[in-house]
């Protein structure tokens, strides 16, 4: 009963939400065929990059196709031909490979960020204040790697993943974790991490190939373009561009096989009136049947910028805690600024939205255990064991026994 009360006001809300985009009536240019830019992007690097480039190709005359890998491989596909283009967080690329020529034009900035753990009080404003710390770094930043064996002053944790990262802070295996990031958004820290300084600020520029050396005059003019007449400044802020259908992502936790889930789909696409302008997706992340997700994320995570990279969607909506978790750790690389309305999520607390608040709301989904068990009690005080049946993985069933056991014992 809980669950069908919760949906109902859930679709009502998304509901709500969804009448007040301002629907359009697209108008479509004949498309025409154009040549090919292959772009190589480093897998850290926010999707707003990837739209500044599609513009400026677009202006150029240029389709562009991306490939999103790790930052030493991008490096490489460009520098031997495999791609054409490639945008660095960073000044002097062209200096340390042979083949890279650089845009004059900047597009952005990167601030180089230390992080600590909440009870430490180092403050940074430079490289070298964390001599004599262990510090933490993406492995596939090829910048910060270049950074730290140049100084050779630190003890390094290297990880692949941005949550290895904050659990190497919380087991005391690094002192300082330092991550790129635009200076236009911050990143999601979890509780007991705290902003500890920029070490240091740089230029995002973009880097050709020798082969492709005309696309240096042709993007660096775009870019100045872009800035004067205020499409850069639009695209760094999420704000749509002119042109094209309003657009609603759905992200589910399970796929549409689960009756749960198919019946959010389908509740969804019943509330968008019929004959409007706005298109509805959605993503599957099959939490329900993937033993390892990390790497399905990743996929998915690149799926969504192969489909979105031309424009931001208007409204994300995420079902399910997995749902709501993948949108919330790839907040600020692939939907910055966008409003997330959410469904579903078990356990909510305020706490996961981190700098978020302000962008995110939802109808929490709320299992009353304790009063549930102290009327089954009142009901059958001879009772000695409960049984609890449920659909979910083993993991999760393990995670939802210990989650219920521990409401028990605290009375809530």
Request: net charge negative; glycine share 6%.
């Amino acid at each position: 009963m809980i669950k069908k009360v919760t949906i109902y006001f859930s679709i009502v809300f998304i509901g709500v939400c969804m009448s007040l985009l301002c629907i359009r009536v697209p108008v479509f240019a004949a498309e025409t065929e154009l040549p090919v830019a292959k772009v190589a992007i480093s897998d850290d690097q926010s999707i707003v990059i990837e739209r500044v480039l599609f513009e400026a190709l677009k202006r150029s005359g240029y389709q562009m196709v991306s490939k999103v890998t790790g930052m030493r491989t991008a490096v490489a596909d460009v520098n031997y031909g495999d791609a054409a283009i490639l945008p660095l967080q960073t000044d002097g690329w062209e200096a340390l490979y042979e083949n890279l020529l650089k845009v004059p034009e900047d597009i952005d900035q990167v601030e180089f960020t230390a992080y600590t753990r909440g009870d430490d009080s180092h403050q940074f404003s430079e490289w070298g204040d964390m001599a004599g710390l262990r510090l933490g770094y993406r492995n596939q930043n090829q910048y910060v790697a270049n950074k730290v064996e140049a100084l050779s002053l630190y003890e390094l944790v290297k990880v692949n993943e941005i949550e290895e990262l904050w659990a190497a802070l919380f087991k005391h295996e690094a002192d300082v974790v330092v991550l790129p990031r635009m200076s236009h958004f911050e990143h999601r820290f979890p509780d007991g991490v705290r902003r500890a300084g920029v070490v240091e600020a740089q230029l995002v520029y973009t880097y050709v190939n020798k082969a492709y050396a005309d696309l240096v005059p042709l993007l660096d003019a775009a870019y100045k373009g872009m800035k004067s007449d205020g499409t850069l400044a639009s695209i760094h802020d999420g704000r749509r561009l002119s042109g094209g259908r309003q657009t609603v992502l759905h992200i589910n936790s399970y796929n549409a096989q689960n009756d749960w889930e198919r019946g959010q789909m389908e509740a969804i696409r019943g509330s968008l009136e019929p004959g409007t302008a706005l298109e509805y997706y959605s993503f599957n992340l099959n939490t329900n049947e993937l033993h390892s997700q990390a790497g399905f994320n990743a996929v998915v995570s690149d799926m969504i910028r192969t489909n979105f990279v031309a424009r931001s969607p208007d409204l994300i909506i995420a079902s399910g805690n997995e749902a709501f978790e993948f949108t919330l750790n790839y907040y600020y690389l692939l939907f910055p600024n966008v409003p997330v309305i959410f469904f579903g999520v078990q356990g909510f607390e305020s706490s996961m939205l981190h700098g978020l608040e302000n962008h995110v709301a939802g109808v929490p989904e709320k299992a009353y255990f304790y009063e549930t068990v102290s009327e089954m009690l009142r009901l059958y005080p001879n009772t000695r064991r409960i049984y609890i049946l449920n659909g979910n993985t083993l993991q999760k069933s393990i995670k939802l026994g210990k989650d219920i056991h521990a409401k028990l014992q605290d009375g809530a």
